[in-house]
């Protein structure tokens, strides 16, 4: 269980420590799921090993016990023959084995029970991470949308200005003055038509006047 503390505190340090340094929350979630992934794996090594020492204990149990029964079956063996000394021999031998398999029985009982609550702890990590990664996927579509509102009122913040309308309105009073322009331009161009036709008009009427007076002036003559 010291594993699963110790592993606690460092990621707890390095936490804190981005926290306080975040610029953007997207990028420091994505940071500590894969720090607590690569826990996770150092954790499942951690496991791993616990788990082979507990077999491994196990294994010298199941020999232990199976040399105090073959050296009790040596001491009844001697017993039939009727060699008491060799089967105390042999008694003094299963002894030693029976001291070993209630010591290593001790550690086996121990490591195992050590093993089943690594175990606990590692399936319960794994939870805790399936969890951060769903709170990162809810956490940066929070902040998404935290960021487009705030874009968004950027945005109207600055068309509730009045110097953005201000500009409108000098660009509106330039087309005006360009309409104005035009239609000055074409009113001249128009003018200066009539004046000319009215020019013609008025010469006519002189060269007709001037032809009647020279009719009249032969006919007198």
Known sequence: MGIFSRMSDIFKANINDLIDKAEDPAKLMDQMVREMQEQLQEAKIQVAKAIADEKKLHQQLKQNELQSQNWESKAMLALKKGDENLAKEALKQKKSYDGLVGSVKTQWEEQNALSSKLKDNLRALEA???EARRKKEILIARQKRA?????IHE????????????????????????????????????????????????????????????????LTA
């Open 155 to 218: 945005v109207m913040t600055g068309l509730n200005d009045n110097s953005a309308f201000a500009n409108f309105d000098r660009m509106e009073r330039k087309v005006m003055e360009l309409e104005a322009q035009a239609d000055a331009a074409v009113e001249l161009e128009v003018q200066t038509l009539d004046d000319q036709f009215k020019a013609l008009e008025a010469g006519s009427g002189v060269d007709d006047e001037l032809a009647a007076l020279k009719a009249k002036m032969s």
């Open 147 to 151: 960021e487009a509102q705030k874009k």
């Open 128 to 130: 805790k991470i399936d």
